[in-house]
């Protein structure tokens, strides 16, 4: 006997079963999220693990409280979050505009294939005690940080990726006359816009590494401070609370790039 | 004095460990007006023949001069089509053609009208504001021409054009660039490895030999087919004479190497 086919209702079935798994998925989120908060609640208040050491949730939410209350709090993470975004949005930049350098120059690029080298396996952070000698104990040399960590890998990615322009463009161009500017800006710079747009992601994780490193080493203020401090007068507590509010805005700042990947991208690609 | 005169040039290319000789003793001159096509075996110095000529670089030795001027690509006098489109993705139809004429500080109302109106000439109404990947490679390949076209060259270096499209498509399109460059007469420069498309389309056929690429012979094709389009030579008796001929003759030169 022949089976009917219903297109509808096998369509519909399918839907349900994708919202179904959906909402499964969502749920063991969810009980991860719970489980790890009460297994870390109850296993220091249990003392399974030492709540001098490790905290525990309840206690880091009566710090977060009373940290807003005296206002502290927003001080240090304003200050994080500010220096993050300007040190990633310098590092891209000044990253794009020495790939453009390198690009305008290959005799330059030659030159300096060896050093961009050596600098880009440098570990940055080494620097930090040169920049804070050098730029100050203050903002600067903590920006200076979130910037250095990522302008070399930038520079090397998007200037690969200026090379990586179909000669065949640069041929239309050179025939209607087009002069050296006039490449870079009708076809280099355009072509490699979802390669530049890419390495922000990249970018805004560096970013914060570089700014926490900074914050650790000037000691003043910012959420790699509280870090430092709390770990110097033994107020695990307030590492805890720290660590935690990093993980949410580093979260919110890479989904903001996220965000605008998709929607600048789709721009090019429209 | 001819409108395009070449006279004995040879071109070298340079890596670390081979010198290679591209073209030798190289001497042609066209009049304005004539469609000639370059044909030969791949490594025969088509393409470098005429990059030369649109100026994006000189020959190692030897002269060229177009108009009684020096090839040279600022000087508005060339267009040049590729095998493919090459339409720059992020621009649409008409930024695309216009970009030629933007380049060359001659952008304006009157020549951005021409360039449209060409653009409808050819078929291409109403896609103006679209994007090139929402267009077939057909159409994509036609505004390629009409980007050609927009700056009003005075001669087109045509490297392998169609030989990215599908027969049916390839056909049509040789009918139209041959009617518009009848049309606003042009002269014109085809580089091409399909017999077919150069007896069809040409006045003269160049066959050139490889390593170093030389020019072996001339082709004169027959008044009868000169007049005809491109799909009709086809179905001519003289265009089947032709065709043996320049097989064989192309037959000769693969055997020889």
Redesign the interface.
């Known amino acids: 006997m022949k089976k009917i086919i219903d297109p509808n209702l096998l369509h519909r079935k399918y839907k349900q079963r994708l919202a179904s798994e959906k909402k499964w998925v969502f749920f063991y989120q969810f009980l991860i999220f719970i489980a790890f908060f009460s297994f870390w609640e109850i296993a220091s208040r249990q003392h399974w693990i030492d709540p001098l050491i490790f905290s525990y949730p309840t206690k880091v939410g009566h710090l977060f409280i009373e940290k807003i209350a005296d206002s502290s709090l927003f001080t240090h993470l304003g200050v994080t979050v500010f220096e993050t975004l300007l040190g990633f949005i310098l590092g891209t930049v000044l990253g794009t505009i020495l790939a453009a350098i390198l690009w305008w120059s290959p005799f330059l690029s030659k030159i300096l294939d060896p050093y961009l080298v050596i600098l880009n396996a440098m570990p940055k952070v080494a620097l930090g005690p040169i920049l804070i000698v050098g730029l100050g104990p203050g903002f600067t040399s903590i920006i200076a940080m979130g910037a250095i960590i990522s302008i070399i890998i930038t520079t090397i990615v998007v200037y690969t990726s200026f090379r990586e322009v179909d000669d065949n463009y640069l041929k239309v161009l050179r025939t209607f006359g087009a002069a050296r500017g006039q490449l870079f800006q009708e076809a280099i710079l355009p072509a490699s816009f979802p390669t530049i747009i890419s390495t922000l992601k990249v970018n805004v994780g560096l970013s914060w590494v570089g700014v926490i490193v900074g914050e650790f080493l000037v000691s003043k203020e910012g959420l790699g401070y509280m870090i430092i401090y709390g770990f110097q007068v033994f107020n695990f507590t307030l590492v805890m609370l720290s660590l935690l509010l990093i993980a949410i805005f580093a979260t919110i700042m890479y989904k903001v790039v996220e965000w605008l990947e998709k929607k600048l991208i789709k721009d090019v690609e429209k | 004095m001819s409108f395009l005169e070449v006279k004995h040039v040879a071109h070298f290319y340079f890596s670390p460990s081979t010198s290679t000789k591209a073209l030798e003793d190289i001497s042609f001159s066209i009049e304005e007006g004539e469609f000639i096509s370059l044909l030969g075996p791949s490594g025969c110095g088509k393409t470098t023949m005429l990059s030369i000529l ?1 100026g ?1 670089f000189p020959p190692t030795s030897g002269s060229i001069t177009i108009d009684h001027e020096a090839p ?5 006098l ?3 089509m ?1 095998q ?1 489109d ?1 339409l ?3 621009k649409t139809i008409e930024e695309n053609i216009f ?2 004429l933007k ?2 500080g001659r952008l304006n109302e009157e020549t951005k009208q021409s360039a449209l109106h060409f653009l409808k000439q050819i078929g291409l109404e109403g896609v103006e504001k679209q ?1 090139p990947r929402q267009l077939s490679g057909g159409m994509r390949q036609r505004a390629a021409l009409a ?1 050609t076209m927009a ?1 009003n060259p005075k001669l087109l ?1 045509l490297d392998e054009p169609f030989s990215a499209l599908d027969y049916q498509t390839k056909l049509k399109l040789e009918d139209l660039v041959f009617e518009t460059l009848r049309e606003y007469k042009k002269t014109a420069v085809l580089v091409t490895h399909d017999i077919g498309e150069a007896i069809s389309m040409s006045d003269r056929i160049f066959l050139f030999s490889a390593k170093p690429g030389r020019i072996h012979k001339v082709f004169d094709i027959p008044k009868e087919l000169r007049d005809v389009t491109p799909f009709n030579v086809r179905s001519k008796e003289a265009y089947n004479d032709i065709f043996q001929t320049v097989w064989k003759e192309l037959e000769s030169l693969e055997e020889n190497n």
């Open positions: 649109a994006l040279d690509a600022n000087s508005n060339i267009g040049y590729l493919q090459y720059f993705p992020w970009l030629g380049l060359n994007f980007r700056v270096l």
